[in-house]
């Protein structure tokens, strides 16, 4: 038996000091009235409140078993289609086109039960949106938009050291295009990777910071786009199941060369308790291990980044 220390002896401790007061209210009941009547009638009201405490917890629990059985049923089916396929490989990209971006409202997914998003936002550690997340960590304002920088490989500057960047942030394309849907602008990004200041000069290592930066451009020059879609089928999001795809795809020719489809459910069916957040405690399909999860490692598979230096 699996023992988990004082705090398992502390319940423990508990249940058998409840089931005691039971047995003591029962005993009560039938030692303290005179006659029988009265003896029944104690009886029947310690026993009626023994059940109110209990059946309702029984009760739900068989709902939520039954419930449960269905989903992971449910889950278990989408979970086959899930996984990637890789029609075409595509060596020296040095850039990439987000075709659909991840809005405000896809990155605050985790208590609503029907709104589409992407599921594998959350390994990415942003919401793909643009505008006002290009500031710098230092600044303490909102930071870098870290899904696009999981994209980037930062130009070393200031001074120009072959230091390694994060590797929260780096990603292997040289530069990222979208299309901003504030103003139907199409900007270009790139990420510098740049000193701050030096804590001790002689002894200590630059401390470096994170800047991301766009600029406007007449049209799209990267041939290879990526796009996500809401898989998630009718009755799905009832069991609090959800499923999407990234695709690659070659936008000259219009074809995805690449699919990866997942699915995520959470286990407790939407329970809310304890401010929890169900969709941040949803569990995957079994065949994505966390790392593999990030889309960035699934698009660096499909277009093999450029190993020219950064400009």
């Not at 003896?39 to 059940?51: E, F, N, P, R, W």
């Not at 901003?180 to 740049?194: E, K, L």
């Not at 020059?221 to 796009?227: K, V």
């Amino acid at each position: 038996m699996l023992e988990l220390g004082v705090g398992a002896d502390i319940v423990r401790g508990i249940g058998w000091l409840f089931i005691g007061l039971m047995v003591a209210a029962i005993a009560a009941a039938l030692w303290i009235p005179k006659s029988r009547l009265g003896k029944a009638i104690a009886t029947v009201g310690v026993l009626g409140g023994i059940g109110a405490i209990y059946v309702p917890s029984f009760v739900q629990q068989y709902e939520y078993k039954q419930r449960y059985a269905k989903a992971k049923a449910l889950f278990d089916e989408r979970c086959k289609t899930a996984g990637e396929k890789i029609y075409r490989t595509v060596e020296g990209v040095e850039g990439i086109f987000l075709m659909r971006l991840r809005v405000a409202s896809e990155a605050g997914w985790f208590n609503d039960q029907y709104t589409a998003y992407d599921i594998f936002a959350g390994d990415d550690g942003g919401s793909g949106s643009t505008g006002s997340r290009t500031e710098n960590y230092s600044k303490h304002k909102p930071p870098p938009d870290t899904y696009i920088l999981s994209l980037l490989r930062p130009v070393i500057v200031d001074p120009p050291i072959k230091d390694s960047p994060d590797p929260f942030s780096a990603g292997k394309y040289l530069f990222v295009e979208l299309e901003d849907p504030a103003d139907g602008q199409i900007y270009r990004y790139t990420a510098s990777y740049f000193s701050v200041n030096r804590i001790t000069p002689k002894t200590q290592p630059w401390v470096r910071d994170i800047r991301l930066d766009r600029v406007p451009i007449q049209k799209r020059t990267a041939r290879y786009g990526i796009s996500w879609e809401d898989e998630t089928r009718p009755g799905d999001r009832e069991f609090w199941i959800a499923g999407s795809s990234v695709r690659v795809v070659d936008l000259e020719s219009n074809q995805v060369i690449a699919q990866r489809t997942g699915f995520v459910m959470d286990p407790k069916l939407g329970n809310t308790a304890g401010f929890r957040s169900p969709w941040g405690f949803s569990l995957p399909c079994g065949n994505y291990a966390p790392q593999q999860r990030k889309t960035s490692y699934f698009v660096e598979r499909v277009l093999n980044p450029s190993t020219k230096e950064n400009p």
